[in-house]
């Protein structure tokens, strides 16, 4: 069955990225909670339909590593994407009390299965791997969103931002440069994984835009410089295998098999993760942490009062 607008009840705003927002909304002919997207166009009614055909493949994109695809509708200029609302929100604003390795682990084994799912049986790449398309909900489950389905939606986007985080990698930023965009392949993605792998473990993104002068600047250490590695604290095992994601040379990076079968991931299958018990504890260090910053907010007010 196809959605519609009329169907959702709005809620309140999830949150916002570079293309438009997502909202949390009911969908009242199932009593379904879902996360709607919204992205904004630029583009002719013509393209709207092979857009449409483009993300129908999303149906067939079920697997639990996988955020579930309910359907999309237009209206005017914006493509509304209805998914599976995820209520822990996205690793980016998660990781605030600390994550013991085994999380890591069982975070990282979820994100390497879901991208080997995509290339697998649907036959696509990610293209856009990054902390805060890796939803969490309070069941302890890990699930990848935002993956590139539609060529012709990608090439439709009303790209306001660049965004100064760019987790591609070293010979992706090379090929746009020369304008090369179909030149890079799924070893990509897992240059993609590696470092998120370290922003989920340090809490802060590997090129930190404040430490170069400007874009240029990041951009070349992330294709010159020597890749980043996993902050102290975590063990060999585990620092190996970002190091296999984190080769400069694609051709040198690990490939999905080869990651499910390193120790960092084959430990994490025999073992007892209490992912339920992390979410809730980094569910309530954000809670804390947003009431700490609101009362701050408050305080200054009433100083400058
Ligand atoms: P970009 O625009 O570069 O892709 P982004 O991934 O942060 O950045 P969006 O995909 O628009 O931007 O998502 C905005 C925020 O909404 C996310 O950071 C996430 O916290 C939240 N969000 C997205 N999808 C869901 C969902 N299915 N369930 C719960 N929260 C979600
Ligand atoms: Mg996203």
Known sequence: FAINMTQMQLLEELGRGNYGTVKRVLHKPTNVLMAMKEIR??????????????LDILHRAVAPEIVEFYGA????SCVYYCMEFMDAGSLDKLQGAGVPEDVLARITSSMVRGLKFLKDELQIMHRDVKPTNVLVNKKGEIKLCDFGVSGQLEKSLAKTNIGCQSYMAPERIKGESQNN?????????VWSLGL??????SGTYPYPPETYSNVFAQLTAIVHGPPPELPDGYSEVATDFVGGCLRKDPELRATYAELLEHPFLVDDKTRNVDMVGWVSRALAYREAQQA????QQQQQRSNQA
């Not at 179909?182 to 993605?189: E, H």
């Not at 700490?292 to 009362?295: D, G, H, I």
Request: glycine fraction near 2%; avoid cysteine; hydrophobic fraction near 45%.
């Open 41 to 54: 166009l630029e583009l002719d009614d013509s393209k709207l339909n092979a857009i449409l055909m483009e």
């Open 196 to 201: 998120s792998i370290i922003e989920i473990a």
């Open 292 to 295: 700490q910053s609101q009362s």
């Open 73 to 76: 509708f237009f209206i005017e």
């Open 181 to 189: 965009l179909g030149t890079y392949t799924v070893s990509s993605d």
